[in-house]
């Protein structure tokens, strides 16, 4: 009888551990829809959860840049992202760039790519969302996806969105979070923010990186300061790059810089003085070795996936037609990109990754500000606004 019940639970066992072995078997189909910490958007390629799901093809997918076309910056990224689609599902895929920065460039721009035949119409920014306001019920048959904005008049009192157009908001707050919470865990403790202006999207960088600052400074036991200033311009000039160098000269470590221009001026004065420098919007470590990181959006992930949708249901679908869309963690579609190979020392790419599922999974919080007149409480870090 003993040797009877010792075998009988010897195969309960054997049973229990197959089941263990056949849930783990499963567990990579699984994580095929679980989100990892992204460290590359340029070498993004949308793999869909039902690969039996493919677009049909032969439609063409028309990019709206700015004056500087798909050379840099968020255009660039979305021509990365517009062919990458394009060329994996049989679609043709051109770019139209405004002759400049207004409303009125990004406007003739937008109606020529509406009457190439194009059935979907990529833009970014300011100009394009004020553009669109006028013209997107001109075209019944061509819809749109703006990235960065909403269609809005020109002194941004009217708001309005049509069926045929979806809005992508990126969550800045988000990739500012990863940023401050790297640096101080790196030990950076004198720290500054430069943006162009003091715009909501900028402003969420800022605060965003303010409380991943604080969460850091917490856990390390440390005391930190920010300084603050936003430059009213898009340009760098040598007055913005002198600033930055008088910063790193009087004692502060790193300097994050957010819009425009600015980024070479940030290259220059890290090279000057020997700071240490974090960009945003997209990858800038090529500037300078410098550069620890870049707290990105997605865009190469973001417009693959909103291609994939479009395509898939052949329209936008009833959650998209004429709403915003705001993207981040939950996606994918921010992240901080720290060079190859990874830059950071104390912060590793494991510490990386728990951090953001630890954001992913909303262990952590991080809340969006649209000013500086409100702040979350930071009893760790002390923040300076310089005029």
Known sequence: MKKFLALFLTLVLLAGLTACKAADAADPAQEQNTVTAPTNDATFVYQP?????????????????????????????????????????????????????????????????????????????EAAGEALYRIQDNYPDVHYLLFDDEPHNADYSAYKTAELVHCVLFQEEQAGYLAGYAVVTEGYTALGFIGTREVPGIVRYATGFLQGAEAAAELQGEDVTLQTWFTDTDENSDAITQRMVDWYNNGTALIVVSGGNLYEGAASAVNQTGGKAVTTDVD???????????????????????????????????????????????????????????????????????LYEDLRTSVRKVDAYADLDTLPDTPNVTVNRTM
């Open 49 to 125: 959860d039902d690969p039996t799901l493919i677009p049909a093809g032969g439609q063409t997918i028309a990019l709206v840049t700015g004056p500087s076309g798909t050379e840099n910056g968020a255009d660039s990224m979305l021509w990365q992202g517009v062919q990458t689609f394009a060329n994996t599902y049989g679609y043709t895929a051109d770019t139209y760039a405004a002759a400049g920065n207004t409303a009125d460039d990004a406007e003739t721009a937008l109606r020529a790519a509406a009457e190439s035949g194009a059935r979907l119409v990529v833009c970014q920014g």
């Open 284 to 354: 800038n470590t090529a500037l300078s070795g410098r550069v620890l990181a870049s707290a990105v959006k997605c865009y190469n992930a973001a417009v693959q996936r909103e291609l994939y949708s479009f395509f898939t249901n052949g329209s936008w679908d009833t959650q998209s037609a004429g709403q915003t869309e705001k993207v981040g963690y939950t996606t994918g579609a921010v992240a901080l990109e720290a060079g190859a190979p990874w830059r950071f020392d104390t912060f590793t790419q494991d510490d990386y990754r728990k």
